[in-house]
Structures are given as structure tokens and as C-alpha cells.
């Protein structure tokens, strides 16, 4: 399997996902600081002009820690562009990357060629996330160096399928970068994720529930509370169907197992309040393994963990 250079090296084979409204500047530094991608979704920094400020910031930070650690360099880091039509956002946050070179960038909800390769003349790689088959040859046909399979199980907008399944059809045909997304949320499952045939695992959740998040007390600690049976799929939200907490629905003064369905045309990624921001403020999204979260801790405690876990995974199954 083909892996690119910026993505080789990593402390651990690990991508943290872009969260909506959670992934900042703090995040995403202190993820790559601790050895993994560290990514934010472009749509967080509002107004607009604050994406050239958050770039600034990380672009600066990440290069002061690599003058003084030499020996232990900082992770690339990642900004995910929704190419959903309603984003009216999102040339002017591409002009903004391409002032800020940034290295990887996490196409959702729409692939367009024309984007991968602006980010390509800048030296970036893509990453795109899909749910199928079907849409993983659309990306790679339209110029995506890499997928990320979004599993069952996933946190926020989710697939259906086993990760088994989507995995094996797509290596079936695709040697490039692959990340899974859906459940992963120990080093154990880092591990299990490449003995499928991902190159990395894709987490998500299990950072929420750090300090540096920008998330509510209540929303940590129900992330930390909170089991597999503890997640709702539904698609009432945004139009897209996705794994969200029990107990916030609930707090919204709905009952989860009768949600009716949702419409895609609700869906609006605009410049002004994004999409539907109370369905991520209020209704909150969470995959199902987090189950394996138990406490409030930093990034780099969280990741520390996790290699802790993936080493003894692999001694215990003798790799």
C-alpha cells in the first residue's frame, strides 16, 4: 500500500477527525504536538477572516515546536472543506489555505476535481470522506490521493456500512492512503483497523472529551457517561443521517426513539450560522465507541494512551 510521505512517520497511525464547532486551534496543535494528524473543519473559524488567523497561529506554533524538538517533530495537520453547494464559503477558505500551503486537506459531501487540484499545485495532498464504494471511486476518479471510510458506528455524519465490508471492496481496487472512521477509540482498534487493510485509524469522539476542546463541561462528561447504546442514528438534524448522544436529545425535549425523518434540502452550510449550528451545540454528535472513554484528560494523556494500548496489542498478538 502506497502511503505519502507527509503521512509517513507519525508517532502513531492515527488521524483525529475535523468535529464542527469542537476542533480549534488548541485541538488540533496539541494533536499534532502529541505525534497525530490534528484537523479542523474551515467552517469553525468564523467569521471567515479568523481561518487566516487560525492558520497563522497553528502554521507558527507547529514550526516553533519542530526548531525545538528536533528529535520529535510535530504531525502535519489537516483542514476539512465541505463541498456541499451551500457552503458559500468555500473558495475563499481555499484562497486561504493556499496562502497558508496547508498540507492535507478532508474534502466531505461532494468531491470536485477542480479542488484537488488547486490543492495539489500547492504541494497538499486530499483526503476525501465517503460511506461506499460507490462514492470512493467517484473521489479517486476525480483526483483524491486518499479515503477515509466512514463506517457504521462513525460520530456526526455516519455510514451504515461494517467497516469489514467497506474496507475489503475498496482495497480491492485502491492501494492509496486509507483512513477508517467508526468506533475506534483505543489503540487496540488502531491496530485492528490496519489488520483490515486501513492504513490509519480516524478518532474522533475520544477527543471531545480532552481539555482542549471546545466543548461543554456537560458534553465531555457525557461523552465519558455515555455507551454505544447511548447513540442515535438519525438523519432529523441535518438531512444526513448521524450518530448523536441519547441524553441530549432527550434534554431538547425530544424522545429519540420516535424522531421523524429528516429532509437533505434542510441541509445549509452558509457563511452566516453554518449548518444548523443547535443540531451540533445542542444535539450532540458521538460515535459508539465511546464506551472507552472514562475520564476528562489532555491530548497528550489521550494519546499516550493510545499508544500504550497499540503496543501491547501488538505484542499480544505477536506483530
Given at each position: 500500500?502506497?502511503?505519502p ?23 488540533v ?7 497525530i ?7 469553525n ?41 451551500s ?45 461506499d ?39 480491492q ?21 490496519q ?34 447504546s ?74 499516550d ?15
Open positions: 500500500m502506497t502511503v510521505a507527509i503521512l509517513k512517520n507519525l508517532r502513531l497511525p492515527v488521524i483525529g477527525s475535523p468535529l464542527f464547532i469542537i476542533s480549534g486551534p488548541e485541538l496543535i496539541a494533536q499534532c504536538k502529541a505525534g494528524v490534528g484537523s479542523f473543519p474551515a467552517l473559524a468564523r467569521p471567515q477572516a479568523m481561518l487566516d488567523e487560525w492558520l497563522h497561529r497553528i502554521t507558527e506554533e507547529l514550526s516553533a515546536h519542530n526548531r525545538a524538538n528536533p528529535d520529535r517533530p510535530a504531525a502535519p495537520f489537516a483542514v476539512n472543506q465541505i463541498v456541499h453547494k457552503n458559500d464559503r468555500l473558495e475563499s477558505d481555499l484562497e486561504t489555505c493556499a496562502k497558508w500551503q496547508v498540507p492535507i486537506v478532508i474534502t466531505s459531501l461532494g468531491a470536485r476535481e477542480d479542488l484537488n487540484t488547486a490543492v495539489h499545485g500547492w504541494g497538499g495532498i486530499t483526503l476525501h470522506d465517503v460511506i464504494d460507490r462514492f470512493a471511486r467517484k473521489a479517486i476518479e476525480k483526483g483524491a490521493d486518499g479515503l477515509i471510510a466512514v463506517a457504521a458506528g462513525a460520530g456526526g455524519h455516519a455510514g451504515r456500512l461494517s467497516p469489514f465490508a467497506i474496507i475489503q471492496e475498496i482495497r481496487w485502491f492501494d492509496g492512503p486509507l483512513a477508517l472512521s467508526g468506533s475506534i477509540a483505543t489503540g487496540d482498534a488502531v491496530l485492528a483497523a489488520a483490515m487493510g486501513a492504513d490509519f485509524g480516524y478518532i474522533g469522539s475520544p477527543f471531545i472529551a480532552t481539555t482542549e476542546a471546545n466543548a461543554d463541561q456537560a458534553y465531555k462528561d457525557g461523552i465519558v457517561a455515555g455507551k454505544a447511548d447513540i442515535v442514528y438519525s438523519n432529523l438534524f441535518t438531512g444526513v443521517h448521524g450518530n448523536y448522544l441519547r441524553a441530549s436529545i432527550v434534554a431538547a425535549g425530544m424522545d429519540p426513539d420516535a424522531l421523524p425523518e429528516g429532509d437533505l434540502k434542510t441541509m445549509d452550510f452558509g457563511g452566516g450560522n453554518g449548518s444548523k449550528p443547535k443540531a451540533w451545540r445542542d444535539i450532540w454528535g458521538s460515535g459508539q465507541g465511546i464506551g472507552a472513554v472514562t475520564e476528562v484528560e489532555s491530548v497528550s494523556a489521550r494519546v494512551r493510545l499508544e500504550r494500548e497499540y503496543r501491547a496489542a501488538r505484542v499480544r498478538i505477536g506483530v
